[in-house]
């Protein structure tokens, strides 16, 4: 089955710097990408679109210069959490779906969990 | 606008026996589908099943069954046979039918399997 690979699976950084996390379809092509964000015991929130070869689409309240995305390739989405603070400490988890099969479901990564100390 | 509610924050089951969790929706567009998945401690969310707002019978996927009654806008999930490893917290979804994808999703249920 389709498998989406989420990168790194944690990682913890210093309040201001930077991180960026890695999703990759492995088996097929995805012309769009979701990142959701999961605070815990939450549902999962979706934050932005990502379009290949375009800008990503985000949602309401969602910072587009503090949550960078780039979906570069038909495979290849990035996150970048930018100036990283302790309430950025959250869940991250990517999602894509195989667009070459009909009815096909969202598949997940299995997330990456940030600690901003 | 989407909306997705799981009223059942908890819910607890003996092994083998059968547990329902429930879903409703409310959309006002007529194509939609909905998802179950199941995300156990380690974080990761598992498909379970899909049901198309225009599919005439209700999904079925091994020991999962999905009991959708569209007049009430309900998609409560059916697990038969509970196992030890069905204790997880499991997620009701919605998108929108040719949306690829962008789902909305419920509060979840945290489901607990008991000897």
């Known amino acids: 089955g389709a498998v989406v690979s989420q990168h790194p699976s944690w990682v913890i950084c210093k309040s201001g710097t930077s991180v960026k996390i890695e999703c990759r379809s492995l088996?097929?092509?995805?012309?769009?990408m979701f990142w959701y964000r999961q605070f815990p015991k939450q549902s999962l929130m979706l934050m932005a679109t990502?379009?290949?070869?375009?800008?990503?689409?985000?949602e309401q309240g969602v910072e587009k210069d503090k949550f960078l995305i780039n979906h570069a390739s038909l495979t290849l989405s990035t996150l970048t959490v930018t100036s990283a603070h302790p309430e950025d400490s959250s869940f991250y988890i990517c999602?894509?779906?195989?667009?070459?099969?009909?009815?096909?479901?969202?598949?997940f990564g299995n997330g990456t969990r940030l600690t901003v100390t | 606008a989407q909306k997705i509610t799981q009223t059942q924050p908890g819910m607890f089951v003996q092994e083998k026996e059968a547990v329902t969790l429930d879903c409703t929706y409310d959309?006002?567009?007529?194509?939609?589908?909905l998802f179950w998945y199941k995300q156990p401690s380690s974080g990761e969310m598992i498909f379970l099943i899909y049901?198309?707002?225009?599919?005439?019978q209700n999904a079925t996927e091994g020991r999962y069954s999905l009991n959708f009654q569209k007049a009430r806008k309900s998609a409560n999930l059916v697990i038969s046979a509970s196992q030890l490893g069905d204790s997880a917290m499991y997620f009701c979804?919605?998108?929108?039918?040719?949306?690829?994808?962008?789902?909305?999703f419920g509060t979840g249920t945290r489901l607990q399997v008991t000897l």
């Open positions: 999602s894509a779906r195989d667009m070459g099969t009909s009815n096909s479901p969202l598949h």
């Open positions: 979804a919605m998108s929108y039918t040719g949306t690829a994808s962008k789902l909305t």
């Open positions: 990502s379009n290949e070869g375009s800008k990503a689409t985000y």
């Open positions: 049901q198309g707002s225009y599919d005439q």
């Open positions: 088996d097929f092509q995805a012309t769009t």
């Open positions: 959309t006002s567009d007529p194509s939609y589908g």
